[in-house]
């Protein structure tokens, strides 16, 4: 029982925290965290190129990212993009597909004779879908899809007054001396 409170003192010696990128948003709780390893796409102030690096350090007593090929202020990074698509996108376009394919097959089943034998009776059978019936709105679906999964591709945050990058140093350690 007297060692358990020495230990228990010792314990936030052991303990390991993280350096963090932290994207924040004006009045928006939720943060966009990145992490040492994490990969950023962004652009300095002043320049037309983005850069695409991964995080080597996070130095935040002196606000500075620890890139591959440099050591970037934060406040010199221009904008983050990100070339994840959107969910809503991504969803949206994977419906669109989903519809094409089924429009297609039941198209098809529709001309087929297989149909008009079992259920059709045989004066009705001059009543099938057109090719064009078939595959104009499964083209027009799968181009629509295609156009929503490019347009909303990437997206650019631009730190100007809207968002923010903070760094932060969550290390857990009694002997770092007090500011």
């Given at each position: 029982m007297k060692y358990s409170l020495f230990l228990l003192c010792l314990l936030p010696a052991f303990l390991f925290g993280q350096k963090v990128v932290q994207l924040e948003?004006?009045?928006?709780p939720k943060t966009q965290k990145f992490t040492v390893g994490d990969e950023l796409t962004y652009k300095l102030v002043g320049d037309v190129e983005w850069y695409k690096a991964a995080i080597l350090d996070v130095k935040p007593e002196i606000g500075v990212i620890l890139f591959e090929n440099r050591l970037v202020k934060v406040q010199d990074i221009a904008a983050l993009k990100f070339t994840n698509s959107r969910n809503w996108s991504r969803k949206l376009s994977n419906q669109l597909y989903l519809f094409a394919g089924?429009?297609?097959f039941f198209g098809l089943i529709d001309r087929s004779q297989i149909v008009d034998d079992i259920i059709i009776n045989q004066n009705q059978a001059n009543t099938?879908?057109?090719w064009k019936l078939i595959l104009i709105p499964a083209g027009?679906?799968?181009a629509s899809a295609i156009i929503i999964r490019q347009v909303f591709k990437q997206r650019v945050k631009k730190m100007k007054n809207k968002y923010r990058l903070r760094l932060l140093d969550l290390n857990v350690s009694p002997l770092r001396p007090m500011p």
């Open positions: 948003k004006r009045g928006n089924g429009w297609v099938r879908a057109s027009v679906a799968v």
